[in-house]
């Protein structure tokens, strides 16, 4: 079954940041960029941004040209580069500062025709000796303000890369993805249109600068004429961004469920209503707990829609995207990542690229505008994930993502897991996704991660790390309903509670760090004693 999003006409000229120039020519005294106590207008930041371009452009810059930017999203001058960049042509690439040397370096290495690395005063040691030209764009020497501020015409194509970031490698070597003008454009263009957003929906950028999700929460309210607010902070400050929610009117956030579940944490144990008043709260990156939400989302007076979408860097971040209204149903069965979104198809195929009927499961595989450009300098393995496929005489290039999951008869995505997200527990094959939402959907559960244990050559276990649903809980019958429902094999055999789970980067459940974690960790129980 073939999933199909809305087919909405685009303009011929399908570049993000024209979108925002034409807001900063319309509206040039409307706020644009807040951070701490630094306040600049549409037409100030499109100013300094034309700057920036003219600059980077004489340094040798230009269309078709990779920059990376490693400078502290708490900065308001990580703005204006990132459009700086795109204004001459080139494609950016995020360097998050908050990630180890050795990680940037890998990173780096990646991309050996990268023009220059652009920094910030507080980032430049982290790239110096990384890359063979670091630039600090906070440097009073470079002397931006004699050049230009007017728009630089430079002509760019909507097949041209605006930006590129790191995805993780099954061989521990980050694999670049690059996207398109077009991709980008259709992506915000659907956040506008599909929800309603304008220069009122005023957002807050939560989420790590290197993260997929964090491309589209700068941009979406440049593109919407809206006030994009920087968290002033290199990590994430739950208690700030909380009252910072409150005190700029934050109508949008984007951010994975694990940075949501902090927020929520934050105004239930608070008493307060701020998240209340947010409209919407799009989640993605991993998979969503309804539980943990739940009765924050219910409450009387929450007027705040939260959408649990599904998608890949690979393909512009979203491919689909559900409503969460229906919080009951979520307990009874997985939650839907919803439709396409507009000028995308989702498709769930077997192993030979057939295509399966509704409610079958099969790997997603995504089509049409969002699909990004690839891989840049990767192996054949990688490349192999882009395949083109004959559908009816047409060519079509397909995504291989990996993940599995299935349509349902209504039109939605239901996403159960990782096609390498499986183990073999005495001969059986396991989905780990599926022991999780075995485990979460019990009542004494709040969230849980499943992880195999190799206690021997042939001996694996798994263990199940649960954030429980109140102080105590009771693991007899917890264990006594998961032999209801899964088969003995999938029950994990030991339970370690936690009172939260770390964080990577990203703002993702660090796995590895949880696997790593259970060595000191003592089990709540043991299924074989």
Known sequence: MVLTGARVPLPDERIAHRVFESHAARHPYRTALTCGDERLTYGELNARANRVARYLSSAGVTRGSVVGVCIDRSSSVLVSTILGVLKTGAAYVPLDPSYPQERLRLMISQLPGMRMVAAGAQTRALVDGLHGRVVDM?????????FAATDPSVPIDSGDLCYVVFTSGSTGTPKATAVRHEGWFNL???LTVEYGLDHESANLLVSSFGFDISQRSLMTPLFTGAPLHLLPSRSFDVALAYRLIGELGVRTLHCAPSTLYLLVDRETDTGGDVLTGLRYVFI????????????WATREGNTCLLLHQYGVAECTDVASSHRMVDYASYTAGPMPAGPPVYNTEIHILDGDLKELPAGEVGEICISGVSVGAGYLNAGPEARARFVTVDRDGTAVRLYRTGDQGYATESGELVVVGRLDHQVKIRGMRIDLGDVEHAV????DVRDVVVVPVHAGKNDTHLVALVIPAADRFDERALRRDLLGTLPRNMVPQQFVAREAFPLNPNGKIDRKALAGSLQQDAPMADARS
């Open 440 to 443: 979460r959907r019990h009542q």
């Open 284 to 295: 993605g990156g991993e998979p969503m707990s309804a539980a943990r939400v739940r009765e």
């Open 188 to 190: 915000l263009n659907w």
């Open 138 to 146: 906070e440097d009073p020497a470079l002397r931006l303000e004699r």
